[in-house]
């Protein structure tokens, strides 16, 4: 016999079974369980609080939830999908374990308020592991700075070399912008930490609940101010995707430059044999795959934000069903992300850096041509005739394939009387990285400053 459903009283006729298999969401949103476990054991103890429940019927509803709960965990609980969605699992079974009591749950609330519940809490561990796995990233970067703190690497613009930097600056690089992420992710769980629950259908309840109690059980610190929308508000699960987008487009970055340094071309990294696949055909390869992995899921991430935002881009008020389409979206970019935070930081930590060719690049490209015209400057000409002037010695340096740290001073007069006997000095690599030492640049000492505060950033919450 079929299940009788939970709305039937106002149908004749059983539902299309086509119908059920299409409106179920029962394959996805039982990841919800443990969720909308613990968000209907807050409502029961809260209908006892206002009297709506007995205490008798209220433990009796919680131990239920309880033993459903274990049963869930140890994989013995039934789904079916003529029951819809988890919600309506969890309801029936309670019934079938407790009898009539259990339909008591339900009082004063609905499905619209308590599926925005299960998402926001949900969310609230998503967030918090997504947080985590960005701190164990941007550790590695500190740790693999500071091993680095005294290799020099070219820096580029447009993907030409520009200027010499540290390694560690450029890994730092990375610190900062994962940090903004992590910042980001922080931010955004105070629009999730919102209690929707007590908001009804969309009008609120004829029955005198107290919703302040539900958030101090679930450690809600506000509460929804419009029942509408309560239900309908998914502005949070933007919030996060667009966190996740952001954080997988950074991500990617990182992939391709590692993508790039791991060629042959560049040769700036040996990527770990464990972090790396071969050709089927070609025995000599080593191809980065995790890295184009993580670049392509971006791409991925992506697609759910703007699945999500085209959802919802013409509801209108309140709650529709629509907003089944708002979980998988969710789950999927959640799940992407911490499998790119998973990977990531065994496979940075095995990368072998090679700084021999980094500093060989660096050497070649005239990164210190800005240090020479910077020379001229300290003795009083104007920048942009500096630059000129720096610029035609590079052309003739090109030319006659020189560099210009092997110009003779004789040379160099040939172009400006300015130039004196300490030019050299100011031609060196090193030297060019560490006259850097305005706040925030690459000299080392600014370098090994910020890994002590990076270290201090990683201790906070």
């Not at 259990?102 to 561990?125: E, P, W």
């Not at 660096?362 to 240090?371: E, K, P, R």
Request: glycine share 6%.
């Amino acid at each position: 016999m079929a299940r009788k459903k939970a709305w039937g009283g106002r149908f004749s006729t059983e539902t299309h079974k086509q119908v059920e298999a299409f409106t179920a969401s029962i394959d996805f949103d039982r990841r919800l369980a443990p969720y909308d476990i613990a968000g209907s054991i807050a409502h029961a103890r809260m209908l006892a609080k206002c009297g709506i429940l007995t205490k008798a019927e209220a433990d009796s509803i919680v131990g239920g939830l309880e033993e459903i709960r274990e049963e869930i965990a140890r994989g013995d609980f039934r789904y079916d999908h003529a029951l819809e969605d988890i919600h309506m699992h969890v309801e029936r079974r309670l019934t079938d374990k407790i009898g009539v009591v259990g339909g008591k749950l339900h009082t004063a609330r609905s499905r619209n308020d308590q599926v925005a519940l299960d998402l926001r809490l949900y969310l609230r561990d998503a967030i918090g592991a997504i947080r985590d796995g960005i701190r164990t990233l941007q550790s590695v970067f500190v740790s693999k700075a500071e091993v680095h703190l005294n290799t020099v690497m070219p820096g580029y613009t447009h993907l030409q070399r520009a200027q010499p930097i540290l390694l560690a600056h450029h890994l730092l690089a990375y610190f900062e912008m994962f940090q903004r992420d992590r910042d980001r992710f922080a931010d955004c769980l105070t629009r999730v930490n919102v209690l929707p629950l007590g908001a009804g259908a969309l009008a609120g309840t004829t029955f005198p609940i107290d919703r302040a109690y539900v958030a101090k059980l679930l450690d809600f610190p506000t509460v929804a101010a419009n029942s509408e929308d309560a239900v309908s508000d998914r502005d949070f699960a933007v919030e996060f995707l667009s966190c996740c987008a952001i954080l997988a487009m950074h991500v990617s970055r990182l992939a391709e430059e590692l993508i790039l340094w791991a060629s042959a071309e560049f040769g700036f990294i040996e990527l770990p044999d464990a972090f790396a696949t071969g050709s089927s055909i070609m025995p000599q390869k080593k191809n980065p795959d995790v890295a184009e992995l993580a670049r392509g899921k971006a791409g991925r991430v992506y697609g759910d934000l703007m699945s999500l935002l085209t959802v919802l881009k013409g509801l209108p008020m309140s709650y529709n069903r629509d907003l089944q389409e708002d979980k998988e979206p969710v789950f999927d970019a959640a799940d992407t992300v911490r499998q790119m935070l998973e990977v990531l930081p065994p496979m940075l930590t095995a990368i072998i850096f090679r700084a021999d060719r980094m500093r060989a690049a660096t050497a070649d490209g005239f990164l210190n041509a800005t240090d020479l015209a910077d020379y001229l400057v300290t003795k009083g000409v104007p920048f942009r005739e500096a630059h000129e002037i720096v610029g035609r010695i590079v052309r003739q340096c090109l030319e006659a394939g020189e560099r210009l740290e092997s110009l003779p001073l004789a040379r160099l007069r040939q172009f400006s009387q300015a130039f004196g006997t300490d030019v050299g000095k100011h031609l060196a690599l090193d030297a060019c990285v560490e006259r850097r030492q305005s706040a925030g640049g690459t000299s080392s000492r600014r370098v090994a400053e910020a890994i002590q505060v990076a270290k201090r950033t990683l201790r906070r919450p």
